[in-house]
């Protein structure tokens, strides 16, 4: 049975969390201080080692005073001393290889503890440090994610191996689009990397590389709409885009790591490949019976990246809007490299005709 006072405790807990805000920003004034439990060992992994702690704006989980003061009392009893030594030691070596430390682990689990006095109360579900809590499996912290950018991957390169076994090596656009799979597999791997490890480093590269493959798309589009008549134009773009994409990693980098303006670029160069491929299928409609595979793929995937609107706490603690947006692009790398294996054989024939390409 429990104790009249731990009743007494437990009622006053979700009296003082009653006081807060269901769904504004505010921090629910007043939290109790729970007791802190032991530091459980968890498993997360990243494929870095030594990265820097991630700086975001603070989110109303995190901002909660319960949530400190757990994290403060789990730190003083657990993170020093004997105690340290003691997880440090019996700290699985993939855990320690990736950065996990005692601090981390409190973190993680003063995190759970302020989740589940919110449930208790009826309040919605909070971030914290910007992100939604997820229950970490194995060496993954954001399970679903890593798996989904990884399957991405996986379905790139599948793809990219059969347009090399399909597509001579001397078809007009061979050398552009391995170039392509090449920085597109790169993004799919530091996205593997950041979900399963979320550090001021892989964010970096994760965000960077996302860009990088929107700006080889642009390029990928140029060459193929304008590069194969006019080689100086395609070189010219080429040579704008490196140029963008450095301002952009370096404003971010040196100036502010500014995630609305992350967010505005993407989306404005984002729509300028959409645009420009839509142009292309609908000029071409008529004569390349397979130009509809093209419009297919830039319609799903800007249509797809709405998921990212439907932001809600994750579901079993693993799906979240996020994950969902990744799983869903699974499919599309297959219909993508059907467009590029159909289109390539087209210019190498047309080639061997003597044919204008348009």
């Given at each position: 049975m429990v104790k009249d006072g731990e009743e007494e405790e437990g009622r006053e807990n979700e009296a003082k969390l009653s006081t807060g805000t269901r769904d504004t920003g505010k921090t629910a004034m007043g939290l109790p201080r729970p007791p802190c439990t032991s530091v459980r060992l968890a498993a997360a992994v990243a494929l870095l080692?030594?990265?820097l702690v991630r700086p975001v704006e603070p989110s109303q989980g995190d901002k909660e005073p319960v949530y400190r003061d757990c994290v403060k009392q789990c730190v003083r009893v657990n993170c020093t001393g004997v105690r340290l030594k003691g997880f440090e030691s019996a700290q699985p070596p993939y855990m320690a290889l990736t950065g996990w430390t005692c601090r981390d682990d409190c973190r993680y689990q003063c995190m759970w503890t302020t989740v589940g006095l919110y449930q208790a109360g009826g309040y919605r579900v909070p971030q914290f440090h910007g992100?939604?809590?997820?229950?970490?499996?194995?060496c993954f912290e954001e399970p679903a994610s890593a798996l989904a950018s990884l399957?991405?991957?996986?379905?790139?390169l599948l793809m990219l191996l059969r347009y090399r076994s399909s597509v001579p090596r001397h078809s007009p656009m061979y050398h552009?689009?391995?170039?392509?799979s090449l920085v597109s597999l790169n993004a799919w791997f530091w996205s593997t990397i950041f979900h399963t490890r979320d550090t001021y480093l892989t964010e970096k590269m994760d965000y960077f590389c996302a860009t990088a493959v929107i700006l080889y798309s642009i390029y990928l589009c140029c060459v193929r709409t304008l590069g194969l008549k006019r080689p100086g134009v395609s070189s010219m773009v080429g040579v704008l885009l490196i140029l963008v994409f450095t301002s952009h990693v370096s404003y971010l980098t040196f100036v502010s790591f500014d995630y609305g303006y992350n967010m505005l670029a993407n989306v404005t160069i984002g729509m300028a490949n959409l645009l420009w491929w839509l142009c292309w299928c609908w000029q071409n409609r008529r004569t390349l019976p397979y130009w509809w595979k093209c419009g297919a793929v830039v319609l799903l995937l800007h249509g797809l990246a709405l998921l990212e609107l439907l932001?809600?706490?994750?579901l079993l603690w693993v799906f979240d809007a996020h994950a969902v947006w990744h799983l869903s692009t699974i499919p599309v790398h297959v219909l993508f490299y059907s467009f590029l294996i159909d289109d390539s054989l087209f210019l190498l024939n047309t080639e061997k005709l003597?044919?204008?390409v348009e």
């Open positions: 080692a030594a990265a992100k939604w809590p997820f229950a970490r499996f194995l399957l991405n991957g996986l379905a790139c552009t689009i391995n170039a392509f932001d809600f706490p994750p003597g044919v204008k």
